[in-house]
Structure formats: C-alpha cells, structure tokens
C-alpha cells in the first residue's frame, strides 16, 4: 500500500567518471525537487529498478543524474518497463551517454530508447563556457521560463525524432537542444543536457526548469505546476511569475 496520497521524487545517482560530482548531484536535485513541492529521496545505483523495494516502486518520478558508460541491459529495460508503465523520468546531463561501453549502442539500446537521445561529443567550442538558453514557449515544463544563461558542458546529441525541443543553444550556423519531452508508453520523459556541476545546480533558471520538469513528468495537472513551482526566489528580490 502506497503511504503518500500526492506524488512523490526519487533522485538516483550511479556512475564511475571521476568529471562528475554524484554526491554533490543527489544533494542539489533532491532540494531542487523539493522545492517543486514534491517529496524526494535520494538513492545510489540502477538495480533498484530491476526488483524495486518500496521507495522505489513508490515513486512517482525518477530524477536520474549518471555518469557512466556502462549500463546493465537488466537495469536499461526494467526502467524502461516502469516508464512505459507510467512513472515519470527526468534524465540530466550525462545519464544519456550511450554507446561507448562494450557492445556500443546495440548494449544501450533500451536505454537510448527510453531517454531519446546520446550524448556524441563537447562539439568544436569547447567543452564548457557561458551558454545562451533560448526557450520554447507552450508547454508546462518551459512555464514561466525566459530565455537565459548558464555556465555549464556543451553538449552534441543525437536524439530522435520524436522529441519536442524545448529549450536550445547556437551551435555554429544552427541550434543544438538543451531541453526536451517525448513520451514513452504511459510514462512521461524530460530530458536537459545541462547540470554538469554546481555552477550549473546553483543557477535559478536551471533549477525552474528541473523544478517543472519533475511535476510534469510527475503526472502532476499542467494547470497546479505554475502555482507549485514558482513560489521559490530568483535571488535577485523577485519570483518567477510574480510575487507568491
């Protein structure tokens, strides 16, 4: 029996790439999701998912921070099984990084099915500097959003067709998304390539948008996340969407 009446987070962190801060990354989203009004634990390591324990099969929403480029095939198609079935996924920077383990991306297969994209290369600027985030408007997860900026990696994907770019950098002559949805089953998929690290966790664009991301892929209605989200500062003495 589930012991929550409303929805509720899980943060899961797994991954051996010394570039990336997991326990850093478990703590800031966990308060970011929080501060969205959902209830979030924290969690390390994939085979949660393969025989889910309470706090896992309780959840409404997984925020999933990875940095490895190795994923069990047992671990890829039991998460993908839970989304289809209808929990919700928001995957953030490097949880997409498919195809380099062994067996390329035919091993990951399940995995890159279910997020929508992977993670191909820092591109030709750089692996990191200021990032000038243009957002799409009309959808729950971009709600009160502006365009904005953001230290952070740049990030080349391959992603598929089925995505709804939400937010986008210039990248050379074209655009290259930071932010998407797609559906996958009854589940709800976000995904941003942006949070490599603090400077990224602490920026309070970011933050809305991982904020949103998680009610909307919460199943939470479209028309509670603009009131549920933006009660949390800016830290520069306004609210997004007006004072609460």
Request: include cysteine.
């Given at each position: ?7 509720s ?13 997991l ?78 383990g ?23 600027a ?12 009309g ?90 989200s ?15």
């Open positions: 029996m589930k012991l929550r009446n409303g929805p987070a899980l943060v899961v962190v797994e991954g051996t790439d010394l570039h990336h801060d326990l850093g990354a478990a703590l800031a989203l966990q308060e970011i999701v929080i501060e969205g009004g959902l209830p979030a634990a924290r969690a390390v390591g994939l085979d949660r998912f393969v025989d889910p324990m309470p706090a896992t099969a309780e959840a409404d929403v997984y925020v999933l921070y990875r940095s490895s480029v190795t994923f069990d095939p047992a671990q890829q198609e039991a998460l993908s099984a839970l989304v289809a079935a209808g929990k919700g996924l928001v995957a953030v920077h490097a949880s997409n990084l498919f195809g380099f062994p067996g390329g991306l035919d091993a990951d297969r399940a995995a890159y099915e279910l997020v929508g994209s992977r993670y191909v290369s820092h591109g030709d750089g692996s990191e500097g200021r990032i000038e985030v243009s957002v799409r408007e959808h729950p997860v971009t709600r009160y959003l502006d365009d904005f900026a953001i230290d952070d990696e740049y990030y080349v994907l391959e992603y598929a067709p089925d995505v709804q770019v939400l937010a986008e950098r210039r990248a050379g002559e074209g655009t290259e998304p930071v932010a998407y949805v797609r559906e996958h089953g009854a589940g709800r998929v976000c995904y941003t390539s942006l949070g490599h690290d603090a400077r990224a966790w602490g920026n309070p664009w970011f933050r809305q948008l991982v904020r949103q991301a998680s009610l909307w892929a919460a199943g939470v209605g479209d028309d509670v996340i603009g009131s549920w933006t009660r949390w500062p800016l830290g520069n003495a306004r609210f997004i969407g007006g004072a609460a």
